[in-house]
């Protein structure tokens, strides 16, 4: 797990990376400047309960391969689920919050995944965890308002205005950030249907 010294602002963006992509560099990218983050910690999975892990490349294949797409210094590539055996986000975000008393995070994920985030385990126990930071992916931007989470959590999105204060923001806290899109799927790039 990286090391955040107390009061720092953290950005959690977990994935399998299955493969990494400009896109994600680009979520990450958002992510920093309009959460005005001191770090993202980048973490690879080992694999995703939701999705066919016989199409799951290496854990350290996917690993090197974020890394060679990070050119931030601020930005921490990560696999250290792989350690624990940790399968679950919320088991991870628990572990995490224990571990980092005093640090700030929020919850980094692309607008694509909200459709399925009421399919994570515990996904209700995430949201009430760290605030959620929405980036916006093509073909999701109106489809997120019609999600479970964005209508159980209605009450607690907050104007992305106010995005650089989301990860000092106590919990149940979202934003949905807009910005620059990458039309680039992990899915796509496998299917080798990616333009």
Not at 29 to 38: F, G, N, Q, S
Not at 97 to 110: E, L, Q, T
Request: hydrophobic letters at 45%; aromatic letters at 10%; proline letters at 7%.
């Amino acid at each position: 797990m990286p090391f955040a010294l107390k009061g720092m602002t953290v950005g959690l963006f977990g994935g399998s990376f299955n493969p990494p992509h400009a896109g994600h560099a680009l979520v990450a990218e958002i992510a920093l400047r309009r959460l005005k983050l001191d770090q993202l910690w980048w973490i690879v999975t080992p694999g995703n309960p939701l999705k066919d892990v016989t199409q799951l490349a290496p854990l350290a294949e996917r690993l090197s391969m974020c890394e060679a797409l990070v050119h931030d210094p601020r930005i921490k590539v990560t696999a250290f689920e792989a350690a624990y055996a940790i399968s679950y986000t919320a088991d991870t975000l628990a572990m995490i919050k224990a571990r980092n008393p005093g640090v700030h995070f929020v919850w980094i994920m692309g607008a694509d995944n909200l459709a399925d985030f009421h399919r994570w385990q515990r996904w209700q126990t995430i949201a009430l965890t760290f605030p959620i930071a929405v980036i916006d992916r093509p073909g999701s931007t109106l489809a997120f308002l019609s999600s479970r989470m964005a209508k159980t959590f209605d009450h607690a999105r907050i104007d992305e205005t106010d995005a650089p204060k989301l990860a000092r923001t106590k919990a149940p806290a979202w934003t949905f950030i807009h910005g620059p899109r990458s039309l680039l799927s992990s899915t796509a790039i496998r299917n080798g249907t990616a333009k």
